[in-house]
T-cell receptor
Framework: EDQVTQSPEALRLQEGESSSLNCSYT??????LFWYRQDPGKGPEFLFT???AGEEKEKERLKATLTKKESFLHITAPKPEDSATYLC????????????FGKGTTLSVSS | DGGITQSPKYLFRKEGQNVTLSCEQN?????MYWYRQDPGQGLRLIYY???????QKGDIAEGYSVSREKKESFPLTVTSAQKNPTAFYLC?????????????FGEGSRLTVL
């Protein structure tokens, strides 16, 4: 069964304290791994898509990486406005089917 | 601006009542999806549609129904058969025919059963 597990469930950081969020997955034939940001009471906002092991994508203080079993979302020198829930999702082998989501990591950054 | 519009944002329902959540998109996307989100849970798929007049059940379709009469619209009805309907409902869309295109989400509808 295809599965996505995110850790930790919650993470508290001081402003400027870098860290990483983990997304491990089990899927037969990965066609894409997605990272989203979700603010309270809002819909998820797309951040990155990774397609193959070794691929990396960056956006401001965020950097996503992918291996054959997991993905990391690295947050460098976070600011309070980076506080949100970060969701990881995978696309299985059948094109057009829905994404499978993990439960998310809730990040809190204090100044 | 292109996007996905969900309405209403908040909805209260008495037990035994059916309610319909609206989802409209002007992105010209073929595929549309409904997810449910509960506290501490990931997004769970209710129904999805890849083309007009066709849709498939997701992992938790029991107690829900959908229609896809127009490309732009994918309404979700929460029926009285749904045992625990209080949740945050998210509609999403994606271009069909793409290998792995990202989903675009609406702002969500929060349903509370009184």
């Amino acid at each position: 069964e295809d599965q996505v597990t995110q850790s930790p469930e919650a993470l508290r950081l001081q402003e400027g304290e870098s860290s990483s969020l983990n997304c491990s997955y089990t899927v037969s034939g990965l066609r894409g791994l997605f990272w989203y940001r979700q603010d309270p009471g809002k819909g998820p906002e797309f951040l990155f898509t990774l397609y193959s092991a070794g691929e990396e994508k960056e956006k401001e203080r965020l950097k996503a990486t992918l291996t054959k079993k997991e993905s990391f979302l690295h947050i460098t020198a976070p600011k309070p406005e980076d506080s949100a829930t970060y969701l990881c999702a995978v696309q299985g082998p059948q094109a057009g089917t829905a994404l499978i989501f993990g439960k998310g990591t809730t990040l809190s950054v204090s100044s | 601006d292109g996007g996905i519009t969900q309405s209403p944002k908040y909805l209260f329902r008495k037990e035994g009542q059916n309610v319909t959540l609206s989802c409209e998109q002007n992105l010209n996307h073929d595929a549309m999806y409904w997810y449910r989100q509960d506290p501490g849970q990931g997004l769970r798929l209710i129904y999805y549609s890849q083309i007009v007049n066709d849709f498939q059940k997701g992992d938790i379709a029991e107690g829900y129904s959908v229609s896809r009469e127009k490309k732009e619209s994918f309404p979700l009805t929460v029926t009285s058969a749904q045992k625990n309907p209080t949740a945050f409902y998210l509609c999403a869309s994606r271009r069909a025919g793409t290998n792995t295109g990202e989903l675009f989400f609406g702002e969500g509808s929060r349903l509370t059963v009184l």
